[in-house]
């Protein structure tokens, strides 16, 4: 806050309203559009020029104050506010004052009732819906433009009989007709921006100009299609949107965001047009009471098999099933998973709703927040949870036509809740909102906008996997205002709370390489995409060993994982005791040499050996087993590598089950340390300790 006090809401309000309906406050809100909304592009580089510090400025306004300008504006009886043309009145500075003050108003209101310390909402019952007000409507975007258009059109594509019959309008002809609108408006900026560039003195007149489309393109392109298309899109310039009387109300400019003017159409958001592609006709069919129950059925079966989709391009077609069931465990809360993937030891478990946060939520009703969240991510969070019991106990899990799914005995589960809509602050809600008990995981609640970049970022199953898991273990000790930032900051850093700190955030400055990325994107480019941190290891024989595994079988995917772990210091280490061990087996041409080191679950045994045999696999296993035995560990992993062979892998060994006491596991363990001359050198490798366990096999 800027350290006074800020007015009431209705105030303020009121002042905008005079603001937005003042004369030509059309084109000065076409001067806010070039100040705030201009992305400057290399397009050979495919990357954004302005500077992060730019990009991320808080100063600028976000599509929710730019559409309560618009929807004010509307609100006008008469066509003062785009008939006259006037240039520099400060109405931009007005405007900036104004939304400050409003956003001050209402952190105002969800201050007082949100701790800080316990990371928890107070006792006021109103508490949890003037926090969550404040973050959804404040809160960054998580779809990029293209992508609405690419989900709509298999999101509607069920209802295509209905949509022609009740709104005269099919999906696909909604996409092209906003697609060209996008396009010859980016055209139309892009040409007044060179333009001011050049130093052509323009008035806003002439920016308003460039945010026009004509009626009579548009129909002469699309034929009639084009006043069905409008009717559905488009908010007349004056005496509309009556209703429309605090700022968490329903705003008729943002739903229908195309301004008609009466031969031309005003363009004020390239990117609310295409997001009202992706969700308005949903609207439509919910209030055809015939129609309803069916249109929330496709958009369940949209989701699920999109989902799918996604996850089919990462994990492998084999590894992905949908509408995975539990046939002993009728009535059980996860008796049915949307999506499964296995993956090696993994299981990722997805929950898809199609539940968005309804306009009452979003005013901040604490009553409707809590339905909102219970049924997009509390409910299905819990679903998962219940399905990753099942598996864990070995229940008998079978996909769509019946067939049995072979899931891993000891399982790392991961619940993923994924949504259709954007679901803003939902993660840092959860904090909140969830009740997790101990030993549960974390969960992942991700919409399809971040879902489709994250699986374009990290496109194979060890990246994804490693990032589920880093997103899980910081869920309760690093916050951020959106899911980008974790993404960014994982490909540049390794998402993971440094050692010295109890609580880490994550600024969006983070997000620049994941923007860059999905803005070219945006553009119709084909973009780089950027090397992740996993990528770019080069700690020497290191990077060779985890290039192999990268590709090695799915069951080897933890060996990677318990690797990628460790700090570069700690790979370093681990690379030099690798080369040491090789080189002496080389040089004395001893059997087998051998160093084990723990992981963050259980251990790993790196084992040099003078041929690849199964005499020199068998020594192997037995030194990891010994190791398992004697540190209790449920997960062992040993790696063979033969100087013999050209590869640094000529053997991978998981040895994962459940540890138990056991005399004879004992025995053997003993007589291994005998066989074997196995000893313990404790070697310091980062925070980790190495176990050297130098062995020579005995003579036949």
């Known amino acids: 806050m800027n350290g006074?006090?800020?007015?009431?809401?209705?105030?303020?309000?009121?002042?905008?309203?005079?603001?937005?309906?003042?004369?030509?406050s059309l084109h000065e809100i076409s001067e806010i559009i070039y100040r705030d909304w201009v992305v400057n592009v290399?397009?050979?580089?495919?990357?954004?020029?302005?500077?992060?510090?730019?990009?991320w400025s808080t100063d600028k306004l976000n599509t929710n104050e730019l559409m309560l300008l618009m929807g004010l504006l509307v609100q006008a009886p008469d066509n003062r506010s785009y008939f006259n043309v006037r240039t520099k009145a400060g109405f931009a500075s007005s405007a900036d004052r104004l939304l400050r003050e409003l956003h001050d108003r209402v952190n105002a209101d969800a201050a007082a009732v949100f701790d800080r310390k316990s990371d928890k909402f107070l006792e006021n019952p109103d508490a949890l819906g003037m926090f969550a007000r404040e973050a959804i409507y404040y809160g960054p975007a998580s779809f990029?433009?293209?992508?609405?258009?690419?989900?709509?059109?298999?999101?509607?594509?069920?209802?295509?009989?209905?949509?022609?019959?009740?709104?005269?309008?099919?999906?696909?002809?909604m996409i092209d007709i906003a697609t060209f609108i996008v396009e010859q408006i980016t055209a139309q900026m892009d040409y007044t921006g060179k333009r001011r560039q050049a130093g052509v003195s323009l008035t806003n007149g002439d920016l308003t100009n460039s945010l026009l489309v004509s009626k009579?393109?548009?129909?002469?392109?699309?034929?009639?299609?084009?006043?069905?298309?409008?009717?559905?899109?488009?908010?007349?310039?004056?005496?509309?949107?009556?209703?429309?009387?605090?700022?968490?109300?329903?705003?008729?400019?943002?739903?229908?965001?195309?301004?008609?003017?009466?031969?031309?159409?005003?363009?004020?958001?390239?990117?609310?047009?295409?997001?009202?592609?992706?969700?308005?006709?949903?609207?439509?069919?919910?209030?055809?009471?015939?129609?309803?129950?069916?249109?929330?059925?496709?958009?369940?079966?949209?989701?699920?098999?999109?989902?799918?989709?996604?996850?089919?391009?990462?994990?492998?077609?084999?590894?992905?099933?949908?509408?995975?069931?539990?046939?002993?465990?009728?009535?059980?809360?996860?008796?049915?998973?949307?999506?499964?993937?296995?993956?090696?030891?993994?299981?990722?478990?997805?929950?898809a709703k199609s539940k968005r946060i309804t306009q009452k939520a979003r005013a901040g009703d604490p009553a409707a927040l809590r339905t909102d969240f219970?049924?997009?991510?509390?409910?299905?969070?819990?679903?998962?949870?219940?399905?990753?019991?099942?598996?864990?106990?070995?229940?008998?899990?079978?996909?769509?036509?019946?067939?049995?799914?072979?899931?891993?005995?000891?399982?790392?589960?991961?619940?993923?809740?994924?949504?259709?809509?954007?679901?803003?602050?939902?993660?840092?809600?959860?904090?909140?909102?969830?009740?997790?008990?101990e030993g549960d995981?974390?969960?992942?609640?991700?919409?399809?906008?971040?879902?489709?970049?994250?699986?374009?970022?990290?496109?194979?199953?060890?990246?994804?996997?490693?990032?589920?898991k880093a997103r899980g273990d910081v869920f309760d000790h690093v916050i951020s205002d959106s899911e980008f930032n974790y993404l960014g900051y994982h490909i540049q850093a390794k998402l993971v709370l440094p050692p010295d700190a109890d609580f880490m955030v994550i600024e969006r400055d983070f997000a620049t390489s994941v923007d860059d990325y999905m803005i070219s994107a945006d553009l119709g480019l084909q973009p780089q995409r950027p090397a992740g941190v996993l990528e770019r290891i080069g700690v020497p024989l290191i990077a060779e060993l985890l290039s192999e595994l990268k590709t090695a079988p799915p069951e080897i995917a933890a060996v990677v994982l318990e690797l990628y772990e460790f700090s570069g210091a700690a790979l370093e280490e681990v690379g030099r005791n690798i080369a040491m061990v090789r080189d002496e087996v080389a040089k004395t041409r001893k059997a087998i040499k051998a160093f084990s080191l723990p992981t963050a679950s259980g251990g790993l045994t790196y084992a040099v050996t003078q041929d690849a045999s199964e005499r020199s696999h068998a020594a192997a296993a037995a030194i990891g087993r010994k190791h398992k035995y004697d540190t209790k560990s449920d997960r062992w992993y040993v790696i063979v590598d033969s100087v013999s062979t050209q590869g640094p892998i000529d053997g991978l060994?998981?040895?994962?089950?459940?540890?138990?006491e056991d005399a004879e596991e004992a025995d053997r363990a003993e007589l291994v340390s005998k066989m074997f001359r196995s000893r313990t050198e404790q070697v310091m490798v980062g925070e980790k300790t190495i176990a050297k366990s130098p062995s020579t096999l005995p003579p036949d």
Not at 150 to 168: E, I, K, V
Not at 653 to 660: D, I, K, Q, T
Request: hydrophobic content about 45%; overall charge positive.
């Open 653 to 660: 060994l998981p040895m994962v089950w459940p540890w138990v």
């Open 144 to 173: 990029y433009i293209h992508q609405f258009a690419r989900f709509a059109r298999h999101r509607y594509r069920a209802d295509g009989t209905w949509l022609l019959q009740a709104a005269g309008i099919s999906i696909r002809p």
């Open 216 to 351: 009579a393109v548009l129909r002469k392109k699309f034929g009639s299609k084009v006043d069905k298309f409008i009717s559905k899109f488009a908010t007349p310039i004056s005496a509309a949107n009556q209703g429309y009387d605090t700022p968490f109300s329903v705003n008729r400019a943002s739903i229908a965001p195309l301004i008609d003017l009466g031969e031309h159409l005003y363009v004020p958001s390239q990117y609310r047009l295409m997001e009202s592609i992706y969700e308005g006709p949903f609207y439509w069919m919910v209030a055809d009471r015939k129609y309803g129950d069916k249109a929330a059925k496709n958009r369940g079966l949209f989701l699920e098999q999109i989902a799918a989709h996604v996850m089919r391009k990462v994990f492998g077609d084999g590894n992905v099933f949908l509408n995975a069931r539990f046939p002993d465990a009728k009535g059980h809360k996860g008796e049915e998973i949307d999506v499964l993937v296995r993956y090696g030891e993994f299981v990722l478990v997805v929950q």
């Open 374 to 437: 219970n049924g997009a991510i509390k409910d299905p969070f819990e679903q998962a949870l219940a399905s990753g019991e099942l598996i864990r106990s070995g229940t008998e899990c079978v996909d769509c036509q019946g067939n049995a799914i072979n899931l891993p005995k000891l399982p790392r589960v991961f619940p993923v809740v994924l949504l259709s809509d954007m679901f803003p602050a939902a993660t840092n809600l959860s904090r909140s909102m969830l009740d997790r008990n």
């Open 441 to 468: 995981p974390a969960p992942v609640i991700w919409d399809m906008g971040f879902f489709d970049c994250v699986s374009r970022m990290l496109p194979s199953p060890i990246e994804m996997l490693f990032f589920l």
């Open 4 to 24: 006074k006090t800020p007015r009431s809401m209705d105030v303020i309000f009121g002042e905008l309203r005079a603001l937005a309906q003042s004369d030509g």
């Open 42 to 55: 290399d397009i050979r580089e495919g990357k954004v020029l302005d500077a992060p510090s730019e990009r």
